[in-house]
Nanobody, 120 residues
């Protein structure tokens, strides 16, 4: 599975961005998909994950971010609203066969990351 993340950019606090993750190589309809982020000097942290019918969010993004998937297009999205400067990071999409989880070590496939910068 190859993953390509896109949609990052520079946005003012309170603004919105929609990240996309395009999967190729095989259909990912049976895979759990996750979004993680890594800020400079910090460890990679969980943002959101979607399984077959369930979703999980980090407390820091709950009620602001929405993860979704379109299995027909082999795509996963992360709608980010009410962005804050602390959301600034490189965002990575990931995939694993099986149930969704918030543990980065349990994901087998990773995209290259897309930069999100939120100015105050």
């Amino acid at each position: 599975v190859q993953l390509q993340a896109s949609g990052g950019g520079l946005v003012q606090a309170g603004g919105s961005l929609r990240l996309s993750c395009a999967a190729s190589g095989r259909t990912v309809s049976g895979y759990a998909m996750g979004w993680f982020r890594q800020a400079p000097g910090k460890e990679r942290e969980f943002v959101a994950a979607v399984g077959w019918s369930d979703r999980t969010y980090a407390d820091s993004v709950k009620d602001r971010f929405t993860i979704s998937r379109d299995n027909a297009k082999n795509m996963v999205y992360l709608q980010m609203n009410s962005l804050k400067p602390e959301d600034t990071a490189v965002y990575y999409c990931s995939a694993r066969w099986g149930r969704q989880t918030g543990w980065a070590s349990e994901y087998d496939y990773w995209g290259q990351g897309t930069q999100v910068t939120v100015s105050s």
